[in-house]
């Protein structure tokens, strides 16, 4: 699971972001803040794991990174909104580590189908852009996986979510 979410005094956005400091501005995203809760309906295990990013890459201001390496993971699925920034940036920075990259686009969105569009059009040169139940027909049988984001935030749309899932080599 990852989430966006700052200190209450947002010293850790990133100083020059408009995005992040329009957000400071409004007083939305701190960790210890309603914008920044799970939704109700979201069904955790006590073992999944959690990631607060600080940025608008999944792998900012944490250890995921790290974490998947470590964990010797090799192909991440994302997912989530919004697919021009949290999409696009984490299978950028997903594809630059060295992880293979679906994106299942139906399990996407931005703010406009054509802004949608448009970062799925750039993304294919870096990463697989398919529907997820395409791919669950190709789903393998026996790796095991290790889901690894979604996080639920209450500003203009009613989920922004980054969902990342790994496998571990064969």
């Known amino acids: 699971w990852v989430r966006t979410g700052f200190a209450d005094d947002y010293h850790d956005i990133p100083l020059h972001s408009p995005l992040f400091n329009h957000l400071k501005q409004i007083g939305a995203l701190r960790l210890n803040g309603p914008g920044c809760r799970w939704a109700p309906d979201l069904h955790q295990e006590e073992t999944d794991l959690q990631f607060d990013k600080t940025a608008v890459s999944a792998f900012s201001g944490n250890n995921l990174l790290a974490w998947l390496r470590q964990h010797r993971c090799h ?46 059009d750039t993304l ?44 571990y080599p064969l």
């Open 75 to 120: 192909h991440l699925l994302l997912a989530g909104v919004s697919t021009s920034l949290a999409i696009e940036s984490t299978a950028r920075q997903a594809h630059d580590a060295g992880f293979q990259v679906t994106v299942l686009h139906d399990l996407c969105a931005a703010p406009t189908q054509e802004i949608h569009q448009q970062s799925l």
């Open 124 to 167: 294919q040169n870096l990463a697989e852009i398919t529907r997820s139940q395409a791919w669950m027909k190709g789903w393998p049988a026996s790796p095991p996986i290790v889901w690894a984001g979604i996080m639920h935030e209450c500003i203009t749309a009613p989920t922004f979510s980054v969902i990342l899932v790994c496998y």
